[in-house]
């Protein structure tokens, strides 16, 4: 059984930073993509930033602010947030795609969401 758990969410003042981490557990070939997304009250989920083996990609709302990274040794995916907006509260899920054995079809996981919220 494969499980993404994220943990680093919290209160924090707008202009502050936060950093969440979503970690992998469970057996598995390989993790092709991690991604992380977010979800506000009364809105769709929307990506916020994507990761792959070779490249990174963020929506606009949040370039320049926030920095995906992974860490493959760990199986870790990372979110630093920076400049926090008030208009960032969301709830943030680690997302990823997972090849559970060598030549098999990829399966999609989800994390169980963090909540960020950014208010004075």
């Known amino acids: 059984q494969v499980q993404f758990v994220e943990s680093g969410g919290g209160l924090v003042q707008p202009g502050g930073s936060l950093r969440l981490s979503c970690s992998a557990s469970?057996?598995?070939?390989?993790?092709?993509?991690m991604n992380w997304y977010r979800q506000a009250p009364g809105k769709q989920r929307e990506l916020v930033a994507a990761s792959t083996n070779s490249s990174e990609i963020y929506a606009d709302s949040v370039k320049g602010r926030f920095t995906i990274s992974r860490d493959n040794a760990k199986n870790t995916v990372y979110l630093q947030m920076n400049s926090l907006k008030p208009e960032d509260t969301a709830v943030y899920y680690c997302?990823?795609?997972?090849?559970?054995?060598?030549?098999?079809?990829?399966?999609?996981?989800w994390g169980q969401g963090t909540q960020v919220t950014v208010s004075s």
């Open positions: 469970g057996s598995f070939f390989t993790i092709y993509v």
């Open positions: 997302n990823a795609v997972v090849g559970l054995q060598f030549g098999g079809r990829p399966y999609n996981y």
